[in-house]
């Protein structure tokens, strides 16, 4: 085999290394998927509880936009999912991997915001008030584990494989 078919690291070939990295994607996802489905799922309830009209509008607005900001992490981290099915057989699977990690880097921002306001909200209701240091708390602890300790392991880690 040709070297340029070859990659340095492992010793794969690129449509090897797409089918690798499509599985591990698929295995990553399942995980976001699952968890960001419960939580939308039990956001859609939320306004068919009694409850829900006394509401103040400030707390209204929090929750639609929670459900919204779950709508779309959604849609992004099955996206990948749909791609597959709509793609395969027509040898793009480089390209496809390529494009389902953005979607599912776009759910996980999208999961984050969810989280965020879904956060807020809660704490806004069980307070009457919020503790607006424990919310930003949770984010930097959500950013934390995960971006900053992904990225600052990539960049002390890598070898420049491009994975």
């Known amino acids: 085999m040709s070297q340029e078919g070859r990659r ?10 797409a ?5 591990e994607l698929i295995q990553e996802v399942r995980v976001a998927q699952t968890g960001v489905q419960i939580l939308f799922g039990f956001l859609l309830t939320v306004a068919f509880q009694p409850k829900y009209a006394d509401l103040v509008p ?4 929090i929750y639609i936009v929670t459900v919204v900001l779950g709508a779309c992490a959604t849609g992004a981290l099955i996206g990948p999912v749909s791609l597959h099915r709509l793609v ?10 390529r494009l389902a990690s953005r979607m599912t ?9 969810t989280m965020t306001s879904s956060l807020l909200l809660i704490l806004r209701v069980a307070t009457h008030g919020y ?22 392991a990539r960049r002390a880690y890598s070898r420049g494989s491009g994975d």
């Open 131 to 152: 503790v607006p240091w424990l919310v930003v708390a949770v984010v930097a602890w959500y950013l934390t584990c995960w971006y900053i300790l992904p990225l600052w």
């Open 19 to 23: 089918d690798r990295m499509w599985v």
């Open 105 to 113: 880097l776009v759910g996980l921002a999208l999961l984050l915001a």
């Open 58 to 61: 400030t707390d209204q607005v």
């Open 88 to 97: 395969s057989g027509r040898r793009v699977k480089p390209q496809a991997v």
């Open 8 to 17: 340095t690291g492992r010793d794969e070939t690129d449509d090897e290394r």
